[in-house]
């Protein structure tokens, strides 16, 4: 059943012999265009398939597998109790089927139809059952696949509609041991045996065509090790590729210096502020590039940190950057830097997307020229038209909120030019989250970041109390929300959307328009209610944020607009309605916007959860404040696929590795990169050509390999 031709793994799945046409075409669609992308093509699991046995040497009580030809079928009963029967017949014997509460088989198996099915036969009478039992559809126009002789562990392909996981077995198999031979390692043959891993070529073998459940589990360790070293690789060689090659402007610290930053700060640093401070400064001082991740909890304070550093570089004439992921966030930082540094030599600007033509040719102006010192903006600042004479730091709020390309862009902003101030390749850069990456796999993922950890919030606050409530209590929420209004405090309301279209068909969401309308003239009737969301101009949005800030509005209702950074000190209590629709980092981030005053703060979830997951989630935010623990829960719950899946977080996905599940793996494939890319920085050479090659297919665009030696 081999291939006779010469096989190379370029050969388009349609050139191999025997293949058929559509499903060459229905492999193409699912990005399997030739032998070498077949063979990576992995199972998603595997599957004992028992020795086949005609109908008459079955034995009862034992799992067997059988095929025939469907002669009648039955349908009985409705719904929960619907029985659906059939009966088997292939020469030998007779094999009675029955599937219960499987209603829609009845438009599925009918009488004429060769079915090979595999389940535990009972003796009941005379008779022989098998009582909802595994089926395959035996399709007339193709060959039948070949009966199992003996137990037979099989792969189950990922498939596409017209293509079935039995025709992809059977188009591997006829070129598997063609292809087999054409397999390079890239793993040193010494790594490999210390690390006891098979060879590629083997685990390939073994995950097609496995003899046992071990040789499973053994070529799964070694093509997620793969993956995990591949990725640790671009990791290590991306920052060494940084640190040697690179220069950064020297920042000095000196006393003058440090004391003139003291003085703009309006309150005393925590002493974990402090200390992250002195990191963040010893880096800067000197022309290694920094590039280093400051993590730390909702309202712990990392804004005045990110100045901090910015005040360094404009110390030294040059000029800094902060990058937001909203408009709203930006506006905000934007306005209580221009007050710590009122008075100041430091000239600031904003710049966003929404500028008006005139005012963003002079914020880019003063970019270009220097006159600009300090500039806080959202991705508006990667733009192509915004150059800088001298940037020296670059921080970026709310990292994850952003892609690593958008990082590495605007890191690539801070270049050459030689100012009178001394030429540099590249900025410092400071990328800040309330999101932290779990403890259990943070170092290990991240490995071209050193990470600051912001680990007390400053002095005074008290933990938010969460509860939750169901909806028809809704009513008794807001009837206390009022008393804290009537103390004297402000709230927020979130709502998930701004409205709901008739057309949505979401009949039971209360957005924001109907949440507004019910509180005006209900519960909060005489209070100053103010609407905030994303559709809005940004002089109202702002002019709205300035009223709330200053005391004159009372309720917020707001989408998700003021998830991050929004910061306002009297601001204590957050409903959030239909909470069950937010995830958890989200929820607590939102949660974050109350308790960053000396005032208590309470955080009310309403909402009537469906799944298992939304009410794990809920319970997951009563029992936890610490973003750090969150974090560990919300892995375990989503899973690493979710939070490093997204491109959001900049971490491209494993397919085979599960960077929390295998950590022995992780940590054998972060020290093999490290001894790797130590010895041979570039991975230059003939030795490492096919791993160079490898990784820079894979990883590449995200690391920005590209230009890497
Ligand atoms: P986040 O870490 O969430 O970005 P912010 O930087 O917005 O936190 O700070 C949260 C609040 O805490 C702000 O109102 C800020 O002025 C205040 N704050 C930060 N550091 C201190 C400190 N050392 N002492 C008192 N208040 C502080
Ligand atoms: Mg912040």
């Known amino acids: 059943m081999s291939v006779a031709g010469p096989v190379e ?6 050139s191999i012999p025997g293949v058929r046409k559509e499903h060459a075409e229905r492999l193409a669609r699912i990005g399997v265009p030739n032998v070498g992308h077949l063979i990576a093509h992995l199972p998603h699991r595997h599957e004992w398939v028992r020795a086949e046995a005609g109908i008459a040497e079955i034995a009862a009580e034992s799992i067997t597998s059988v095929r025939g030809e469907v002669s009648a079928t039955r349908m009985t009963g409705f719904g929960k109790k619907a029985r659906f029967q059939a009966v088997l017949m292939d020469g030998t014997g007779r094999l009675d089927l029955v599937w219960f509460n499987q209603p829609y088989l009845k438009g599925r198996i009918h009488p004429g139809m060769r079915l090979r099915v595999q389940g535990k ?11 909802n039992p595994k089926f395959e559809v035996l399709d007339p126009t193709e060959t039948e696949p070949d009966k199992a002789d003996s137990d037979e562990l099989r792969p189950v392909y990922p498939v596409t509609e017209g293509l079935t996981s039995e025709q992809v077995r059977a188009i591997v198999g006829r070129v598997l041991d063609a292809a087999l031979p054409l397999i390079e ?13 098979p060879s590629l070529r083997d685990a390939y073998r073994m995950m097609h ?16 090790y793969d993956e995990l070293l591949l990725f640790q690789l671009g990791v290590h060689m991306k920052r060494a590729h940084l640190r040697q090659t690179m220069k950064a402007p020297a920042l000095e610290r000196t006393d003058a210096i440090e004391a003139r930053i003291r003085e703009r700060m309006p309150f005393e640093l925590t002493d974990a502020q402090k200390r992250v401070v002195g990191e963040i400064a010893s880096d800067l001082a000197q022309d290694v590039p920094m590039n280093r991740l400051v993590q730390g909890d909702v309202g712990s304070g990392k804004t005045v940190v990110a100045l901090d550093a910015m005040l360094r570089a404009i110390a030294h004439g040059h000029q800094a950057a902060l990058m937001a992921p909203t408009e709203i966030l930006a506006e905000q930082h934007f306005l209580s830097i221009s007050a710590m540094l009122e008075g100041s030599s430091v000239r600031v600007a904003l710049l966003t997307g929404n500028l008006g033509a005139e005012e963003r040719a002079r914020v880019l102006a003063g970019l270009a020229d220097g006159s600009v010192d300090l500039v806080v903006g959202t991705h508006a600042l990667i733009g192509e038209q915004v150059g800088f004479r001298s940037l020296a730091v670059v921080v970026i709020d709310e990292q994850h909120r952003f892609g690593v390309e958008q990082r590495a862009k605007l890191r690539v902003k801070g270049s ?12 410092h850069v400071l990328v800040m989250t309330a999101t932290p990456i779990p403890r259990t796999i943070g170092l290990t993922l991240f490995g071209d970041l050193d990470i600051s950890t912001i680990d007390a919030l400053p002095p005074g606050r008290t933990p938010v109390t969460t509860r939750t409530v169901t909806s028809e209590r809704r009513g008794e ?3 206390w929300v009022r008393t804290r209004l009537d103390a004297g405090d402000q709230a927020y309301v979130v709502v998930p959307a701004i409205d709901t279209g008739a057309s949505s068909g979401e009949d039971e969401l209360r957005d924001l328009r109907t949440v507004q309308a019910e509180l005006e003239a209900g519960e909060l009737r005489d209070k100053r209610i103010a609407a905030l969301h994303g559709r809005l101009k940004r002089e109202t949005r702002e002019h709205i944020m300035a009223r709330f800030r200053a005391g004159s509005i009372d309720v917020l209702i707001a989408t998700t607009v003021i998830e991050v950074g929004v910061d306002v000190p009297n601001a204590t209590v957050i409903v959030i309605e239909h909470a069950d629709r937010f995830g958890l980092a989200q929820l607590h981030q939102l949660r974050g916007r109350v308790g960053r005053g000396n005032k208590p703060g309470a955080c009310v979830l309403i909402a009537d959860p469906k ?20 974090a560990e829960r919300d892995f375990a719950i989503r899973g690493p696929g979710d939070v490093f899946g997204t491109r959001q977080s900049g971490v491209p996905p494993f397919r085979i590795a599960d960077p929390v599940k295998d950590t022995a793996l992780l940590d054998f494939a972060r020290r093999d990169a490290a001894a790797w890319i130590a010895l041979n920085p570039t991975l230059a050479g003939a030795d490492d050509a096919l791993v160079r090659r490898r990784l820079i297919r894979v990883h590449g665009p995200w690391l920005g390999l590209g230009d890497v030696g």
């Open 477 to 479: 929420v807001y009837q």
């Open 185 to 197: 390692d890239h793993l040193p043959e010494d790594l490999r045996r210390e690390r006891s891993m």
């Open 611 to 630: 799944t298992d997951d939304a009410i794990e989630r809920l319970k997951v935010m009563v029992e936890t404040t610490s973003g750090f623990d969150l």
């Open 9 to 14: 793994l370029t050969t388009p799945i349609a």
């Open 416 to 427: 050459v030019a030689d100012t009178g101030a001394g030429a540099f390749d590249t900025p």
């Open 121 to 131: 036969a009972a003796r009941y009478g005379l008779g022989l059952q098998m009582v």
């Open 209 to 224: 065509r496995p003899a046992s459940d071990e040789e499973v589990k053994a070529a799964r360790r070694r093509l997620a």
